[in-house]
């Protein structure tokens, strides 16, 4: 239009104001995206206008939605999912109102009997403790969870003890990616690439009997040049095997808490122009709101929403 006297009006954005269910969606998944309301406001203006298609006020309430979708999920019934394998994990994120403080997410996802991945649920726990953990774990089992065949985790205490008291029968899976960080860590730069090839045979041992037996080589043959890496190695070492002892077509799946960590990667993507969330109900609508747009991107058969 340019040189000529006529204004442009964009018949799309017309469009969308007769279409407010598509309107909505794309205002929450800029939201889910890190826009605040102002960006969204000022991304929605009408070209050629002053008026937005929605205000900040209209964007505020649409972000409620998610809050009122998060808390109808914190209920749903579980009993209906048929859970072979578990993880859980947290992360940390700082909040406005309490300067230094940070607000943990403790997060739950699982793989169906049918291969389709789901959140199972989402909960504030400040220090990540075994009561915290303990309270989240219960509350599954409060709507119906059954229990899983194996639990995946990291190497948090808490989170260890609260899953070995509500599920003793489940077999605990210690995060292999974890743990070969833990190891690596404790040995000289130049030593690493060394190292790392043995780690990985004990990963990937073709049964539990043979990473066991890989396993106790590399604590002997190691331990008097890499001490604290191989205390490291043979601490919770059963847990770091468990995975051998599934079929091996699945264990490239539940050996660590990469179904976990993929999200956590997206939200802090989304959540980075954010210096800290004004409070704990902003930052778990985002929280949830992210979990969920990573089942649909990712094209899971079982999901959140």
């Not at 998944?29 to 209209?58: F, K, N």
């Not at 859980?88 to 793989?111: H, M, P």
């Not at 504030?124 to 059954?146: C, F, I, P, Q, V």
């Not at 037996?213 to 070492?237: K, T």
């Amino acid at each position: 239009m340019r040189d000529t006297e006529e204004p442009f009006r964009s018949e799309l954005w017309q469009g969308m104001r007769k279409r407010t269910d598509v309107l909505e969606k794309l205002v929450l998944e800029m939201y889910v995206r890190g826009l605040s309301t102002r960006d969204i406001e000022d991304a929605l203006r009408e070209v050629g206008g002053d008026q937005p298609l929605l205000s900040r006020s209209s964007v505020s309430r649409l972000s409620e939605t998610l809050w009122e979708e998060y808390e109808a999920f914190a209920q749903w019934d579980l009993g209906g999912y048929d859970v072979i394998y578990l993880f859980a994990d947290a992360i940390y994120e700082s909040l406005r109102e309490q300067a230094g403080f940070k607000e943990g997410i403790l997060a739950t996802w699982a793989i169906l009997a049918d291969g389709g991945k789901a959140l199972i649920h989402l909960s504030l726990g400040n220090k990540e403790s075994y009561e915290d953990w303990l309270e989240h774990l219960r509350d599954l089992l409060r709507r119906g969870l059954g229990i899983p065949l194996t639990v995946t985790t990291d190497g948090a205490p808490g989170l260890i003890k609260a899953v070995e008291a509500i599920w003793p029968e489940a077999e605990r899976i210690r995060c292999r990616a974890h743990k070969m960080r833990n190891v690596l860590d404790k040995v000289p730069d130049e030593s690493r690439s060394g190292l790392k090839p043995y780690l990985e045979a004990i990963r990937d041992a073709p049964d539990y009997p043979t990473g066991q037996r890989h396993a106790q080589w590399v604590l002997a043959e190691f331990a008097g040049s890499y001490p604290s890496a191989m205390r490291s190695l043979a601490d919770d070492l059963p847990a770091s095997l468990a995975h051998l002892k599934l079929p091996p077509v699945h264990r490239r799946h539940v050996r660590t808490t990469n179904l976990i960590e993929r999200a956590f990667e997206e939200e802090r993507r989304r959540a980075k122009v954010i210096p800290r969330f004004r409070g704990e109900k902003e930052c778990l609508k985002l929280v949830f709101g992210t979990h969920c747009a990573g089942v649909n991107a990712g094209g899971a058969s079982g999901s959140a929403t």
